[in-house]
């Protein structure tokens, strides 16, 4: 049972080694991703996006998954927080309560902005997925050790979303001093599934375990199974279509569609050097349709007796093990995973240098996460923004970094970022001679953005810029 563990926690763990949303792009002026984050925030240019390349990103945030939590070196080379030559007691105390996390996915099909004498616009089409798990510290106690003891679980839940957006979006200037923006998009679901475990604990003794599951199964997809028994126990593997393919799709099965909003405003203040903006994100819901929807009470409980409980046949034939009672499918709402940006910004030397500080807050599915990003940004020309950036709270660790890069002169607009970006390696010995490897040790979270489009027509410049212009404290290139 340990083995397929540590498989599941290491396929969790593979995006941290790769590249959502990133916060340092914020303050970005050049950035076609912060309207992403803020409606209102729109770009200095116009842009088209290039297809499926002008907005690919994949964002890992939790408390806990880590190198230095999750593996450990020793004589044999690294090795798992399983490994029985890792201390338990010491493991365990590097956890919070609920272990949380919230995997994304967004990637741009196409992507359209301009600015008219009035406003800014833009559309868009985007694929995008995400999932969101929360796991008790109990559940880790249990696994890394099988020893006597009471072990309770609750609140366990495991959570995926898969749809497309297409989007239509203004920000609308107020004289000089605002600006508020908004995004109305279509949705279409591809795929939503949720366990949710209200109650679940195990009893473990010298010769036997007992453990009890009680909790909530909802699904829609063109792989389940929708012709489950209403009220028959089932197992994991009759859950799910076993002659499903590509070509046995049936679409009538994708009636599944919802809306939602972005809502965004900026205020300039103190001739337009202080910057102060907020909003809110992805709010909105997908209706599922039912003719694709399977829904289920989890429900069990079982001793064993006689066994080893230190080996890994603890329960030799789960996959097999049935506890769910299938339940009469139905349409069901389900709401998207939402944020709230906060941002304050304080620009000097004529804006080619800027204080920002972003606080982020994401509303999962049964958890919430926030954190805060601190940035400063740097214009040394106006088709070229970089940022350095260091994130707070979510047991981010200091000397993490994140970065970004933004390139939009007349004709081209190329954006690279990342929100976590250890400094600290180390260097650990693959076991059997497998040589050895440099990894990042403390960075629980990454963001990767990468952008690549064309830009259009001149910059929108700011107002600090006109006026210092007007005041022939700076020249421009006609002039110059």
Request: hydrophobic share 40%; net charge positive; glycine share 8%.
């Amino acid at each position: 049972m340990k083995r397929y563990i540590a498989i599941l926690i290491l396929m969790l763990m593979l995006p941290t080694m790769a590249m959502s949303q990133v916060r340092t792009s914020y303050f970005m002026e050049g950035s076609t991703f912060r309207t992403d984050m803020n409606p209102a925030l729109a770009p200095t240019r116009g842009y088209i996006n290039f297809p499926m390349l002008g907005g690919v990103s994949l964002g890992l945030n939790n408390n806990f998954l880590s190198i230095d939590n999750m593996f450990y070196p020793t004589q044999d080379g690294l090795v798992t927080f399983l490994h029985k030559s890792v201390d338990r007691g010491d493991f365990l105390k590097r956890l919070p309560r609920n272990n949380a996390l919230d995997l994304s996915l967004s990637e741009q099909i196409i992507g359209f902005g301009a600015h008219t004498k009035r406003f800014f616009w833009s559309f868009g089409l985007n694929l995008r997925a995400n999932a969101d798990v929360n796991i008790p510290k109990e559940f880790f106690s249990l696994v890394t050790d099988l020893g006597q003891g009471t072990y309770n679980m609750d609140k366990m839940h495991v959570g995926l979303n898969a749809y497309m957006e297409a989007y239509l979006g203004a920000a609308i200037p107020i004289k000089d001093i605002a600006t508020v923006g908004f995004r109305v998009k279509g949705l279409f679901g591809f795929a939503n599934l949720a366990f949710n475990v209200n109650n679940m604990g195990a009893v473990v003794s010298d010769d036997e375990v007992s453990a009890r599951l009680n909790g909530e199964l909802r699904g829609s997809c063109p792989m389940i199974n929708t012709s489950l028994p209403v009220g028959q126990p089932v197992n994991m593997q009759e859950l799910f279509n076993p002659n499903f393919s590509l070509n046995s799709i049936d679409f009538k099965q994708f009636g599944n569609g919802g809306i939602a909003v972005d809502l965004g405003a900026e205020v300039r203040l103190v001739d337009d050097h202080l910057r102060l903006s907020a909003a809110i994100t992805d709010l909105g819901f997908i209706s599922w349709n039912r003719a694709a929807t399977v829904t289920g009470k989890m429900g069990t409980s079982f001793a064993y007796k006689g066994y080893d409980f230190q080996k890994e046949e603890v329960i030799a034939n789960y996959e097999n093990f049935e506890f769910v009672n299938a339940g009469t499918p139905k349409s069901y709402l389900q709401r998207l995973n939402c944020s709230l940006n906060v941002g304050a910004e304080y620009a000097i030397l004529r804006n080619r240098i800027s204080f920002g500080v972003l606080s982020h807050t994401k509303f999962c599915q049964t958890f919430a996460y926030s954190e805060l990003t601190a940035s400063v940004n740097f214009k040394p020309l106006n088709w070229i923004t970089a940022t350095l950036s260091h994130t707070f709270l979510n047991h981010n660790q200091p000397g993490i970094f994140g970065f970004a890069l933004n390139l939009h002169p007349t004709g081209f607009n190329f954006f690279i970022g990342a929100d976590f970006i250890d400094l600290k390696f180390g260097s650990a010995t693959l076991p059997n001679d497998g040589g050895r490897l440099l990894l990042p040790v403390r960075q629980r979270s990454v963001n990767l953005n990468m952008g690549l489009g064309f830009s259009l027509g001149r910059a929108k410049y700011t107002k600090a810029y006109k006026d210092d212009l007007a005041a022939g404290r700076i020249k421009s290139k006609k002039q110059k």
